[in-house]
């Protein structure tokens, strides 16, 4: 059912009624749904052009590598190793979650501080700001002013997802991301806790609100279909062609552009 986002926000206030709104959450997938692309992707496209990535990532890349079946050149320097994984990512070989994780802890070595910077940078460099979508503004607008608590669930690294959720108003401790282990400041070759993708997404939105009532969810592809059905309201948001077909029979609305 495609709704608009006014109709979509009279439906929302109706379910509401007159329930205390801060016991109320709206959730939302970042890349593909707050804005256009992918902010971890672009991340990592960066990176790899400036050989950002240490010698510390190595082993761990590697390793990863071998596990998943992926061929590597004889060069095996971090950013080399890195690059085949993304690759082969793109071919099918070297699995979407893997992939996640790998883009988040990949910068190990690097300071926290460093790799904020080149994020700070890439969002400016890929106009993050144009790359909104204009049609959840309206609905963002009305649950804040409804005193809702509004959250981002995105598997894509933390470093890059905070500041391209700042642009819409999302405060840090809203936000649950791929997150690296860190020691003394600098990025470890792992995860700190799993990334927040498929049924991850559900676990990391629970430790986020807790028991609070899920009244909206909203993401584009199927990896957000766990969220989006557990959520009293599922919202597809520009829809990628798989979620689409499922549409139907998930029962899920589809948010007019």
Known sequence: MTVASDKLIAELSSLLGEADPSGVVLSFDGDGTLWSGDVGEDLMRAALRAQFLLEDALPALVQEAERHGVTLADSRDANAVAGTLVAAYLTGQ????ETCEMMTWCYAGRSLAEVQALADSVLEQEGIAARRHAELAPILEWSRERGLRNVLISASPRAIVEPAA????FAACDIAASTPAVEAGRVLPQMAAPVPYAEGK???GRRLFGEARWLAAFGDNVF???????AEVGVAVRPKPKLASELGALKLRLLAR
């Open 94 to 97: 070297y699995p979407e979650r």
């Open 166 to 169: 700042a642009a819409w108003g």
């Open 202 to 204: 559900l676990s990391a």
């Open 224 to 230: 957000d279909i766990d969220m989006l059905t557990t």
